[in-house]
């Protein structure tokens, strides 16, 4: 197996000794990016983006091209599975995504099918194989999934953006079938996380976006516990070589100490959360993700810096921190402010290794 040239982010995920915390952002290959949209003009329409493993690997390396990253994540969406069970997904201009055959009653449910992730999701494999050589070993590659019950959320409602009425009147009124999605929900996440990681995927994340909307009960019931299923089932080590995996629950800093016994490797945080605090409630047990608020990207580069130095600060010594940004980059942010936060992530981190 050739060796990494840079694996600083696994090695902090791994909580081993780094010379400075590693750095990457949640939507990293994005419209922010000049040479982002003109390879999905190229493309004509985003899904055809996603679907063509040449093109997700154009954008895919395109940010590391600018910046110094220390990861690579695969550019796809999360709302791949439901798109291979036969959900008709589209994305309308302007509406984000929609799905043609959203679940809405129950002989839709238990027709439900856990798709063959080498078949039907061939084409996101392709894209892993194909990234990964074409990284040469620069920086290691992160494969994803959305989370049962986020995915769960876009398959009942139909689209996104919404207030949840429809599954949470399901999650209530027929716990049954939402139970029966769920399950083959993490059916479909383990066997497709599982695919990416025998292409070639490095590390791999878990995004439970709308986690954070259920309720105490609810999230443990219907979130965690498919969760903790997946992370039970996925391939833990490739070729001698531990295969993190990163569990991000935006509004999920209530349960961070029942997130980190779930058996994950690292916890994502949003910018709600202190990361010191959050270090402490978790102890040892996992690395940390995060944790800046990404409309800090906005302000002056002195800003970001500033910012980027009260988080370092607050984690404090040692390895196990992973900087990233409490969500996504916002496709309005100006890409040398994205510069600047990397800088500073590698200059002010030293000190604390």
Known sequence: MTTLKNDTFLRALLKQPVEYTPVWMMRQAGRYLTEYNATRARAGDFLTLCKTPALATEVTLQPLDRFPL???ILFSDILTIPDA????????????????????????????????PDTELRYVMDAVTEIRKALDNRVPLIGFSGSPFTL??????????????????????????????????????????????ASGAQAVMIFDTWGGALSHSAYQEFSLRYM??????????????????????????????????????????????????????VGDKVALQGNLDPSILF????????????????????????????????????PENAAALVEAVHTLSRKFH
């Open 85 to 116: 069970m036969g959900l008709g997904l589209r994305f309308a201009q302007g509406e984000g995504p929609v799905f043609d055959k959203p679940l809405k009653d129950e002989k839709a449910i238990h027709a439900l099918r856990v798709p063959d």
């Open 228 to 281: 903790r299923q997946i992370i039970t089932g996925i391939t833990r080590e490739k070729d001698n070589t531990r295969i993190p995996c990163i569990v991000f629950t935006k509004g999920g800093g209530l349960w961070l100490e029942a997130i980190a016994d779930i058996g994950c490797d690292a916890v994502g945080l949003d910018w709600t959360i202190d990361i010191g605090d959050a270090r402490r409630r």
């Open 152 to 197: 769960a959320c876009y398959m009942v409602e139909g689209r996104g953006g919404t207030d949840f009425r429809d599954i949470k009147t399901m999650l209530y009124s027929r716990p049954d079938l939402l139970h029966q999605i769920l399950d083959k929900n993490a059916q479909a996440v383990t066997a497709y996380l599982n695919a990416q990681i």
């Open 70 to 72: 220390d990861a690579a």
């Open 299 to 334: 302000a002056p580069p002195e800003v970001i810096a500033k910012e980027t130095e009260k988080i370092l600060s607050s984690y404090g010594h040692g390895s196990g921190h992973v900087f990233n940004l409490g969500h996504g980059i916002s496709q309005f942010t100006p």
